[in-house]
């Protein structure tokens, strides 16, 4: 089957109890996002990385460190960017990424903290 | 700040949006009541050809539960105070966040953000407006369930219950977006709750999984309507193959189009390809990483000799077939047999997949994520193709027919080129059906050219309309000339139906073209 990507059965012989546990799956409980802070990394491969990531060049590489007494002014311009847009760049309201989030990421974003985060999404792993 | 610069929605009075506004603190706390100008900035950046001035909200709701926005519902009933809703806000080249009019009030449900349920064995799914395809995806790889999305192409940021009520559509078999709705529970403009299908059976097992309930079917009202607000709905998901083979076919005339969409036809229809197929105009398959200036710096539309350039530098073609098998592995040994035999036919056919497919670069490595339903906003890169920030999306149905298609291509070149704007542009394929579908990219920067394409797309609706071809969906800045291009017979049963269900005009007023 060269060229065609076969994924691995979802069938778990003699791991019945693991299929059982996977059924189970349709009990969680929901996911309430709305109250939950996300951490920096995570806001941004969720929202930014998949425009920003050097690889996917859409948009400009933004996680380069700045010097410290820039960090004032480059985290005005990414926070006016953010929540007002520019050209291509959509706005990203309140409701998507709440103020701390955004300051947090910010913070991650000047400092280079998140210089070499993950950019690649799960889905771009082998399966 | 002197009160007349103040915004208010239409015929509301000053005293009554205050207390409509100190009701809508009481329902959400203050925090979820956005009225400071720095706070609504984020809803009034628009993409397509209109005034900024005309898209700018008066305040914002975020309501985190259905009860809230039954009780935000009444008082708008009460002080006549009218909403525009969204659920991510990001169908960007139709609209984005912005109101359909200067003065409503954004009823912003990006919060309502919880994955209700997902059931691996039916596959199927709940979900409340604000999930985003990124969160549903995470939490399927979180619980290793699997099952596969469909996304449209913004898939990360925006999510199914917005797209498909927009009745956007996906590359997956599941494609057809609405097709695979089931189930909804909306709030009317009365502040009842009502769920369809199955839903109205208390501790109903099959919400998701039957669509059609007892009676009249009326989940469609609610998709591109203001009938009401739809604060859950239920969604079925793909499960994964066993395998999967994305492909490429490349064509390198004009006219070649014609030959495809007629050897594609059967083979869509019989289901030998089940996926939402798209036939890739050179310029959109270039556009998604190369910049027009690299080839042409002129104003009017890109020249010939310019487009064949980039097909010589890119490897691409005239038209480029992105497609996939899905099944067993035999499966697809079978069906490959098939496609090749037909594409192969004429000899006009350059057929690719695996490593050859790969290495041709352009726009395989994102079609083959988007036919797998993976997250991905390669597309986004159209945007640079132009610059400036400017896009509308002009979308004609059509049917799959090669005369058909080849008759609009020319028509959409011909207007385009009037303008100076360049063919960017695919065909989506769905059962029997395409979505033609054009990025009108221009600056928006600058307000000649944004002029120059709100004409243009204005011209492209009339023109299209006199030759029978309708559109599927429009951004608000032309929602009421292309609900004209439908009729006025039909234009008065919405209105019947506004009336009835929404007697104080009160949810997303001119919501494609529909008022009181």
Known sequence: MQNTTTVPSRHLPSRTLGALALAGALLLPPVAHASEAREPSEAYRQVCAHCHAPDKAVGPEITIAFPEAAWEARGNYIRNTVRHGRAAMPAFRAAKISDPELEALIQALVSGELDDAPVADASNSEE | ?516
């Not at chain 2, 105070?81 to 009030?105: H, R």
């Not at chain 2, 350059?350 to 395989?364: P, Q, S, Y």
């Open chain 2, 1 to 516: 700040m002197s009160t007349t610069q103040r915004i208010l929605p239409k015929g509301v009075s000053e005293a009554d949006f205050d207390a409509a506004l100190v009701r809508f603190r009481e329902i959400l706390g203050a925090d979820s009541v956005l009225t400071e100008s720095d706070q609504l900035a984020a809803y009034s950046k628009i993409m397509m050809a209109g005034d900024d001035a005309d898209y700018i909200p008066s305040a914002a709701l975020l309501p985190t539960t259905t009860e809230q926005v039954q009780e935000i519902v009444r008082t708008c009933n009460q002080y006549k105070v009218p909403i525009w809703t969204i659920s991510t806000g990001k169908n960007l080249g139709y609209g984005s966040a912005a109101p359909g009019e200067t003065g409503q009030v954004m009823l912003d449900l990006h919060r309502m953000n919880r994955i209700l349920d997902v059931d691996p064995d039916v596959c199927t799914a709940l979900l409340e407006p604000g999930v985003t395809y990124q969160q549903l995806y995470d939490y399927i790889k979180e619980h290793d369930l699997k099952l596969w999305l469909d996304p449209p192409a913004p898939s990360a940021i925006a999510g199914p219950v917005g797209n498909t009520l927009d009745r956007g559509v996906g590359y997956t078999p599941y494609g057809e977006h609405f097709m695979f709705q089931c189930g909804m529970e909306v709030v009317l403009a009365n502040g009842e709750v009502i769920r369809t299908g199955m839903g109205g059976i208390e501790n109903s097992s099959s919400w998701q999984v039957f669509k059609w309930g007892y009676g009249p079917y009326i989940d469609g009202l609610f998709t591109q309507s203001n009938y009401g607000i739809v604060t859950k709905m239920g969604l079925w998901l793909m499960p994964e193959p066993p395998a999967y083979r994305p492909f490429i076919i490349q064509y390198q005339d004009p006219e070649d189009i014609e030959e495809i969409v007629d050897v594609l036809r059967p083979l869509r229809i019989a289901q030998i390809i089940p996926n939402a197929v798209v036939i890739v105009h050179t310029l959109w398959d270039a556009g998604t990483h190369v910049v027009r200036k690299d080839y042409y710096e002129g104003s009017d539309s890109i020249p010939r000799e310019a487009i064949e350039r980039i097909k010589a530098d890119e490897g691409i073609g005239e038209w480029n077939v992105y497609a996939a098998l899905y099944g067993t592995p035999e499966q697809i040994e079978v069906n490959w047999k098939i496609v090749e035999q037909a594409f192969g036919a004429s000899g006009k056919a350059k057929i690719m997949h695996g490593e050859e497919a790969e290495k041709r670069g352009g726009g395989f490595e994102y079609r083959s994520a988007l036919m797998k339903g993976d997250m991905n906003l390669q597309e986004f890169g159209l945007y640079n193709w132009r610059g400036g920030g400017g896009s509308m999306w002009f979308a004609p149905v059509s049917q799959a027919k090669g005369s058909e298609t080849k008759d609009q291509t020319e028509l959409a070149q011909q207007i385009l080129g009037k303008y100076g704007f360049d063919y960017v542009a695919e065909y989506i394929v769905g059962w029997r059906d395409m979505h033609h579908v054009i990025d009108l990219l221009y600056n928006r920067q600058d307000p000649e050219e944004t002029q120059r394409a709100h004409d243009c797309f204005a011209e492209l609706i009339d023109e299209f309309a006199k030759r029978g071809y309708g559109l599927y969906r429009t951004n608000t800045e032309f929602m009421e000339q292309v609900a004209g291009t439908f009729g006025e017979p039909l234009r008065e049963v919405h209105k019947t139906l506004k009336n009835a269900l929404d007697p104080n005009g009160i949810l997303s007023p001119g919501k494609s073209g529909i008022r009181q």
